[in-house]
């Protein structure tokens, strides 16, 4: 494994992309430019795609959806 850091690593105990960390052979160890690299795939695939299934995907996973409190 790299020595570069996780980009998920909170702290030595916890892990965003795990519910327990283990470090060791994880699938999800990505750095931080790889990170940001898959994110802008991810972002060019999703302006590929036709209009109503862009905004399908926007309403689903970038659009906060919590309720105020009032």
Same mark, same amino acid.
Do not use: G
């Given at each position: ?6 980009? /998920? &690593? ?11 960390? %283990?470090?060791? +052979?994880?699938?999800? /160890? &990505? ?11 991810? %972002?060019?695939? +999703? ?24």
């Amino acid at each position: 494994m790299s020595q570069d850091k996780c980009a /998920f &690593k909170i702290d030595n105990h916890k892990c965003s992309a795990l519910t327990k960390k %283990e470090c060791m +052979r994880c699938p999800f /160890f &990505k750095t931080e430019e790889e990170v940001k690299a898959s994110r802008e795939r991810a %972002e060019l695939r +999703r302006r590929s795609l036709p209009v109503s299934i862009q905004m399908d995907i926007t309403a689903k996973y970038y659009i906060n959806t919590e309720v105020n409190d009032q």
